[in-house]
């Protein structure tokens, strides 16, 4: 199966939400009136691509089909959608997020989000393509807050084949990391990836944790992580949009990752956390597995959730 199709088929809640109940819509209308497009902007709400938006492309759609002669077609209908989507991303010179630093050895890469968001599991899911790569990949465990949280992060760092640095006798998560770094310096690993608690942005003391925890980073490896990824579970909707918010007010977030999307048909907030923040997103969880995490492509995913054919 290609990526194309399996992406299309992890994303099949969305797709379906969105491809079939517009053809609905749509199917045995002579003409496409008002009633119809409001419909249409209904459902592009109902998949959480947010109001505002909703109602530009629908705007949109209708300034071209008034223009077009044949006002039946599905075709028509979903090529305007499609276009409008894509330039959600297209306009994405006002990122005010700078490049990440590819070059740096070890490159360091800090995981951070809310509580069950996926980022143990997206740490598993990274080593494992780094390690597919043929790289040297460490993991620290920095959640020394939920009990089990070490166990679950050494059985995702044995599925990867990948080393991972466990405090037996710190809870401090700076140490941690710290410690991850001499390692990661002193034996030359390529990759280093630090998982974090889950923590709210309410919870003021875990935040503080966090700034903490970039400044030892930084001072210790004379920059900033390399990249800091806010993972999100694409199931909570506007509640990822405010931790997006929340969680850039106290560190220099690189990109998102978007977990969960196989299991939800509101795959459309993705474009409302882009519009919203300009943060590039990096990756998108798919599934539960070590292979389900796939490197966000806008094009591919927009084909995946709305071309018919
Ligand atoms: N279907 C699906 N499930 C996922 C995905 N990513 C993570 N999960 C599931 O989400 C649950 C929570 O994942 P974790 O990786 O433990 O989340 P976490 O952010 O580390 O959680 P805390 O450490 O408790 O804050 C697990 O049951 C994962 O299997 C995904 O892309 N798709
Ligand atoms: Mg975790």
Redesign the pocket.
């Known amino acids: 199966m290609s990526i194309f199709n399996s992406l299309r088929d992890r994303l099949s809640k969305t797709r379906n939400n969105l491809v079939n109940r517009i053809k609905e819509t749509i199917s045995g209308k002579a003409s496409i009136d008002s009633n119809t497009l409001e419909q249409i902007e209904e459902i592009l709400i109902s998949s959480d691509v947010g109001y505002y938006l909703s109602n530009k492309i629908i705007e949109n759609v209708r300034t071209k089909m008034l223009n077009t002669k044949d006002r039946t077609s599905d075709k028509i209908i979903f090529d305007v959608v499609k276009s409008e989507l894509k330039k959600i991303f297209d306009n994405n010179s006002t990122s005010r997020v700078s490049e990440s630093n590819n070059q740096a050895k070890p490159y360091i890469i800090l995981v951070i ?10 740490i598993g899911k990274l080593a494992y393509n780094y390690k597919e790569q043929g790289k040297k990949v460490l993991i620290a465990a920095s ?1 020394t807050f ?1 009990a089990a ?1 070490s166990e ?1 992060l050494e059985i995702w760092s044995e599925r990867a084949k990948a080393d991972i640095v466990i405090s037996e006798k710190s809870v401090d998560p700076s140490a941690v990391a710290y410690e991850a770094i001499e390692k990661a310096h002193k034996e030359k690993y390529d990759v280093l990836l630090i ?1 974090t ?2 923590r709210l942005h309410t919870k003021s003391y875990l935040m503080d944790e966090l700034v903490k925890l970039n400044r030892i980073i930084t001072k210790k490896l004379n920059r900033a992580p390399d990249e800091t990824l806010l ?1 999100l579970d694409g199931n909570s909707g506007q509640n990822a949009v405010v931790q997006s918010d929340e969680f850039s007010k106290t560190a220099l977030i690189t990109g998102l990752v978007i ?5 939800t048909a509101k795959g459309g907030i993705v474009f409302q956390i882009f519009e919203k923040q300009k943060i590039p997103v990096k990756y998108i ?4 597995d070590i292979t ?2 796939q490197p966000f492509n806008a094009e591919e995913f927009i084909s995946a959730i709305v071309d018919i054919n």
């Open positions: 989000g809310v509580n069950g968001a996926g980022k143990t599991t997206t959640d939920r949280a679950q998982d608690a889950g993972v977990t969960k999307l196989d299991g969880g798919v599934g539960e389900d995490l």
